[in-house]
């Protein structure tokens, strides 16, 4: 693999083959966070190819720029969230592009800044924000959600078992003192779970931050819609390659993608299609695409990644 000076990009090899890209070609990145994807993208497409890089963290566009410097002419970074691709993209007048990539995690340069807090590894301000100009933040949810709501987005956002005691502990603490900063919380999290099962599945605070952090962000919000508006802005035989990192996610991803691929609403006993709905794309990964053992010992959060990708017709 590649030196990416601190960013490991996830599934790299993997996205640059599947995209089949092409010198000349023009491509969306999404979700540029650490620019790893990006600058593999370009050196493939470059000279004549085109770059739009989108994120809706100032810090990933800023760093973007300094990184991708020598692809300068043929790149634009837009600090937007990768949900709004219709109308940048009719903004600079693109009507259609040669492939896409979504990229769906945190960045390692964002759970590197221990002040944003997105890590549950170091003391910050709970914020989470991955726009920082958001005005909701991981302190607002935590000490302002109600016990049934902090439960409920825990249990399906963070598929955590535990939901409803890590619910009432945090409400309980939060009366004797607000919870601040993301060790605050982790204390909270490590007495409500109890301490016979802490250690399964990895850290005890690790899927109440990952709910959390999809509510701070919303994540899921708007998924499916904008795979659609990624489909309808392909060229033919254009791809997009899609990385998630957890279940809900993928469930999206993978369930927009059949219904993509066959959209016919007739009923089974039917000989024959009379709704009309035309196949949009072919699945090109039968299952996702997961790293291999070798990238996950170099790089431990690439375990949960799983990379689909779609052709268009």
């Known amino acids: 693999m590649e030196a990416f000076e601190g960013h490991k990009p996830v599934l790299y090899k993997e996205v640059m083959e599947l995209l089949q890209l092409r010198h000349g070609d023009t491509i969306v990145d999404g979700t540029l966070g650490g620019a790893g994807h990006a600058k593999g993208i370009l050196e493939r497409i470059a000279p004549d190819g085109f770059l739009i890089g989108i994120d809706k963290d100032a810090t990933a566009i800023e760093r973007g720029k300094e990184r991708l410097k020598e692809y300068e002419r043929n790149i634009v970074l837009i600090r937007n969230d990768f949900k709004q691709v219709t109308s940048i993209l009719d903004e600079l007048h693109i009507n259609k592009v040669n492939g896409a990539l979504l990229d769906l995690g945190v960045s390692s340069f964002q759970l590197d800044q221990a002040e944003r807090g997105f890590s549950y590894h170091q003391d910050a301000p709970l914020d989470m924000r991955m726009n920082q100009s958001s005005a909701l933040t991981a302190y607002e949810v935590v000490n302002r959600y109600s016990e049934e709501d902090l439960c409920k987005l825990i249990r399906e956002y963070g598929e955590e078992k535990w939901a409803a005691r890590i619910a009432k502990f945090v409400v309980e603490d939060r009366q004797i003192r607000e919870l601040e900063t993301t060790q605050d919380l982790v204390r909270t999290i490590k007495k409500a779970i109890p301490r016979a099962v802490r250690s399964d599945g990895g850290h005890p605070a690790r899927k109440t931050f990952q709910a959390i952090r999809i509510e701070v962000n919303g994540e899921l919000s708007g998924l499916e819609t904008a795979l659609e508006q990624y489909v309808g802005k392909l060229e033919k035989n254009g791809r997009l390659a899609?990385?998630?990192?957890?279940?809900?996610?993928?469930?999206?991803?993978?369930?927009?993608?059949?219904?993509?691929?066959?959209?016919?609403?007739?009923?089974?006993?039917?000989?024959?299609?009379?709704?009309?709905?035309?196949?949009?794309?072919?699945?090109?990964?039968?299952?996702?695409?997961?790293?291999?053992?070798?990238?996950?010992q170099e790089n431990p959060r690439a375990r949960s990644a799983k990379l689909r990708v779609v052709e268009k017709r």
């Open 242 to 296: 899609v990385i998630t990192f957890h279940s809900l996610e993928d469930r999206i991803v993978k369930q927009t993608f059949k219904r993509l691929q066959d959209p016919c609403e007739c009923p089974k006993d039917f000989p024959v299609c009379v709704c009309g709905k035309q196949s949009q794309v072919k699945i090109v990964t039968r299952k996702p695409v997961m790293p291999a053992e070798e990238e996950i």
